[in-house]
């Protein structure tokens, strides 16, 4: 099962960085302790699914630090913010420019789903093992902080903050890679934004 999330997939392709956008303003409730947290969980990563629009913000950090931005916009806009510019996808095609010119390269269905789903979106809640690990503030926000397991995936698992509404705010993976360690954080703001646009390049 992966675990890692999508946005640290997309970051290692484009080998980028950019700017983290600004925080949502603070939400002042504290999410309540789910009677399941495997289901409060789930469902988080389902409402994020149905978002007419996000942005996320990526960093990764390992033998090097790389950030990247993106941003959707449904039903199949993205744009990908990196140190060497711009990137957009939109309909299943990356419109990958470089030196100057755009090249239309196809992207797999299944990569863009999981950029939507947090957690594949077959997933049952008896696959896994989520433990409560109590309120805490993101980004001006409170939160409820979940240590995500799967039987299938790497043992350390991945940390998940879900807000008053029910949607993540931002999910943490360590593990490593070739031999070398990682910790990948995505933080999610601007949920539903009307004003957050992707154009064709």
Known sequence: ??????????????????????????????????????QAVLEASQRFGQLRSFQAHLQLRG?????????????????????AGAQTIINGTFFLQQAGE?????VPPELLAQWRSPIPADTAAAEL?????????????????YRVRHASA??????YWINAAGLPVRIERQGQ????PFQAT?????????TLQVALP
Do not use: H
Request: one cysteine or more; proline letters at 11%.
């Open 186 to 194: 995505v933080t999610y703001t601007r949920f539903d934004d009307p």
């Open 177 to 180: 890679s070739n031999g070398q």
């Open 1 to 38: 099962m992966r675990l890692l999330p999508a946005s640290a997939l997309l970051c290692l392709l484009l080998s980028a960085c950019s700017q983290p956008s600004e925080p949502t303003a603070a939400t002042p409730a504290i999410p309540a302790a789910a009677a399941s947290p495997a």
């Open 154 to 159: 790497a043992p350390d698992g991945m940390l």
């Open 129 to 145: 093992q989520v433990e409560d690990l109590g309120a805490e503030t993101v980004g001006g926000q409170a939160t409820r902080k």
């Open 102 to 106: 755009v090249r239309q390269v196809p």
């Open 63 to 83: 033998p090097r630090t790389v950030e990247a931005g993106m941003t959707f916009v449904a039903p199949d806009r993205y744009r990908l913010e990196t140190e």
